[in-house]
């Protein structure tokens, strides 16, 4: 199963409304999380099974999306939110393969 | 609280091999499957493989089967992953993640929820 990100790069700014878009080659339900990354640091989870919210994640992050459409907003941009987004699939267990990522920079 | 502490960094040469490992603290080794995860410098995250640490069941990405053996000692509550004939597209950083499971109405969903801080393992002659 592949899957591709979009857009590839982003730049915003403070206080905007963000939107990460990831389409999978086929169905995979409802069994994808996303992550976030920043330089030099490990993965942080922030969302599974397509739009529950991770325990400690801030509210302005929220999924959506199931099949092969899903989508990841930042409701308004915080300092600390400029990193790299991969999204996952988790519908083939467990052979999980993530997407090419999105980076969010400041404009 | 839950951790999982990688092995330092490597430097190896083309055909050789390493071994990376994962202790885990903070919870029941046994009743988590392990996975890990690598990327190469600007690339994705690409999944390696998959450990059941309870009963020891892998499965390997074909990407790296024939290359790639993961075992755990329960013992130790590590888990290690070890590649072998490594090349230079080897040089990546290599992360261990625990796989966490819920169940929401009839389904189960997956979902990596801790990571290790990662390991480079750069090959070069």
């Known amino acids: 199963i592949q899957l591709t990100q979009s857009p590839s790069s982003l730049s915003a700014s403070v206080g905007d409304r963000v939107t990460i878009t990831c389409r999978a080659s086929q169905g995979i339900s409802s069994y994808l999380a996303w992550y976030q990354q920043k330089p030099g640091k490990a993965p942080k989870l922030l969302i599974y099974a397509a739009s529950t919210l991770q325990s400690g994640v801030p509210s302005r992050f929220s999924g959506s999306g199931s099949g092969t459409d899903f989508t990841l907003t930042i409701s308004s941009l915080q300092p600390e939110d400029f990193a790299t987004y991969y999204c996952?699939?988790?519908?083939?267990?467990?052979?999980?393969?993530f997407g090419q990522g999105t980076k969010l920079e400041i404009k | 609280q839950v951790q999982l502490v990688q092995s330092g960094a490597e430097v190896k040469k083309p055909g050789a091999s390493v071994k990376v490992s994962c202790k885990a603290s903070?919870?029941?080794?046994?009743?988590?499957?392990m996975h890990w995860v690598r990327q190469a410098p600007g690339q994705r995250l690409e999944w390696m493989g998959w450990?059941?640490?309870?009963?020891?069941?892998?499965k390997y990405s074909q990407k790296f089967q024939g290359r790639v053996t993961i075992t755990r000692d329960t013992s130790a509550s590590t888990a290690y992953m070890e590649l072998s004939s490594l090349r230079s597209e080897d040089t990546a950083v290599y992360y261990c993640?625990?796989?966490?499971?819920?169940?929401?109405?009839?389904?189960?969903?997956?979902?990596?929820?801790?990571w290790g801080k990662g390991t480079t393992v750069t090959v070069s002659s």
């Open positions: 993640a625990r796989e966490a499971t819920i169940s929401i109405g009839f389904d189960y969903y997956y979902y990596m929820d801790v």
């Open positions: 996952q699939q988790l519908n083939s267990y467990p052979s999980y393969t």
């Open positions: 903070g919870y029941t080794f046994t009743s988590y499957a």
């Open positions: 450990i059941n640490a309870g009963n020891g069941n892998t």
